[in-house]
Every structure is written in C-alpha cells, then in structure tokens.
C-alpha cells in the first residue's frame, strides 16, 4: 500500500516484494508448515498486473535438494479474497 498504513495483506503475514509500473507481488513463506520437516517450504505468492487488472495466485515448492516445483492453482482464505479486495480497490480497479 501506499499510504504507510500496514497493508491487509502485511497483517496476514504477507511481504510486499514488488511495486513497480507493471506490477505488486507479496509473498508469504508458511513457516508453520509440516512439510518442512520432509525438506519442503511452501512459499505463495500473490501478483497483481496493473495494465490487463489481472491476479495471478500461486504456491512454491521449495525442496531440500534445492529444486522448485510451482502450482498456478491457489486456494485462498476469505481474508485473503477481502485483502485482495482492499488492493483492488487501490488500484482503482471497478469491481
């Protein structure tokens, strides 16, 4: 966000690591996860493209042989969708 407010997305443990002309990213390593005790991190990611108003939400495998894997398909919680929503809405975005 742009305001120096933490964003919805700070408060749920999402970083904001891009903010460009083209686009925002946040990310989210799930610390808590019980795959890392197999050697896998998940990582999502949330991007927003500014110029064609599309969300792309996907997760990242990390493995302990240092190999990555990457799912297109996400699954978000409700407070996930509202803080997409909040960005949207930033973004001026109709919805």
Same mark, same amino acid.
């Given at each position: ?24 990213? $946040?990310?989210? &390593? +799930? ?7 197999? =050697?896998?991190?998940?990582? @999502?990611? /949330? ?13 990242? $495998?990390?493995? &302990? +042989? ?7 398909? =996400?699954?978000?919680?409700? @407070?996930? /969708? ?14």
């Amino acid at each position: 966000m742009t305001n120096g407010c933490k964003s919805e997305f700070e408060k749920l443990g999402y970083e904001q690591k891009e903010n460009s002309d083209e686009g925002i990213q $946040y990310v989210k &390593r +799930d610390k808590d996860s019980e795959m890392q005790r197999i =050697g896998m991190v998940t990582i @999502k990611l /949330l991007e927003f493209y500014k110029q064609s108003k599309e969300i792309c939400i996907y997760t990242t $495998y990390k493995y &302990r +042989d240092g190999t990555e894997s990457k799912s297109e398909v =996400g699954i978000i919680c409700l @407070k996930e /969708l509202n803080a997409i929503k909040a960005q949207a809405l930033e973004l001026g975005w109709q919805l």
